[in-house]
């Protein structure tokens, strides 16, 4: 059965300080994977994905992630944060066919402070 | 290009109520799910619809929920009766074959 973990609850940074968050999936074939940010009171917002190829993947906003097959990890990063990134973010795994749906992580809360 | 449109945004009721969300997606997805955001957790699927048909409703609580999409398009998710741990957000996707895009949801507060 899928499932994702993402360890960190939540995370501190300052501005201008790279990050880099951390999601670990569990699927028994290649999987999908996704990263979902969060505003409060906003709907989801696709950041980036990966489905097959380079294990680097180039985001929106300035992510990227890097797939580990090894590792099973996605974890997400960026350079320099921004205080305008603070939000939720959500690691996702999903099927590659069929019942496309998504199994999400439970989140990592990132604060950004001056 | 319009995103995924829900309405309300907003709903509080009492708890043994009933309460009906509304979900336009983009326009051209064929398929559209509704999932349930508890506070402090990632989404989780309730139903997915592929056009009007079913293709994953394990996840529904039948005794209490229940969704349509009758045309293909707009769909319907209801609450009767409404329990306090229906408390959450419920957010509609629609998608293209591999990205869901989400609406921005309702929360929905029983008390």
């Known amino acids: 059965a899928q499932s994702v973990t993402q360890p960190d609850i939540h995370i501190t940074v300052s501005e201008g300080a790279s990050l880099e968050l951390r999601c670990n999936y569990s699927?028994?074939?290649?999987?999908?994977l996704f990263w979902y940010v969060q505003s409060p009171g906003q709907g989801l917002q696709l950041l980036l994905k990966?489905?097959?190829?380079?294990?680097l993947v180039q985001g929106i906003k300035g992510f990227e992630a890097e797939f580990k097959r090894s590792q099973s990890s996605f974890n997400l990063r960026k350079p320099s944060v921004h205080w305008s990134d603070a939000a939720e973010y959500f690691c996702?795994?999903?099927?590659?066919?069929?019942?496309?749906?998504?199994?999400f992580g439970t989140g990592t809360r990132l604060t950004v402070i001056p | 290009e319009a995103g995924v449109a829900q309405s309300p945004r907003y709903k509080i009721i009492e708890k043994r109520q009933s309460v009906a969300f509304w979900c336009n997606p983009i326009?051209?997805?064929?398929?559209l799910y509704w999932y349930q955001q508890i506070l402090g957790q990632g989404p989780k699927l309730l139903i997915q619809?592929?056009?009007?048909?079913?293709?994953?409703d394990s996840q529904l609580p039948k005794d209490r929920f229940s969704a349509e999409r009758l045309k293909g398009v707009d769909s319907t998710l209801k609450i009767q009766p409404a329990k306090l741990e229906d408390s959450a957000v419920y957010l509609c996707?629609?998608?293209?074959?591999?990205?869901?895009?989400f609406g921005p949801g309702t929360r929905l507060t029983v008390l």
């Open positions: 996707a629609s998608s293209t074959q591999d990205t869901q895009y």
């Open positions: 699927y028994g074939a290649t999987p999908y």
């Open positions: 990966y489905f097959s190829g380079d294990t």
């Open positions: 996702a795994v999903g099927a590659l066919s069929g019942a496309n749906n998504l199994f």
């Open positions: 326009s051209g997805h064929a398929t």
């Open positions: 619809f592929q056009n009007n048909g079913v293709v994953d």
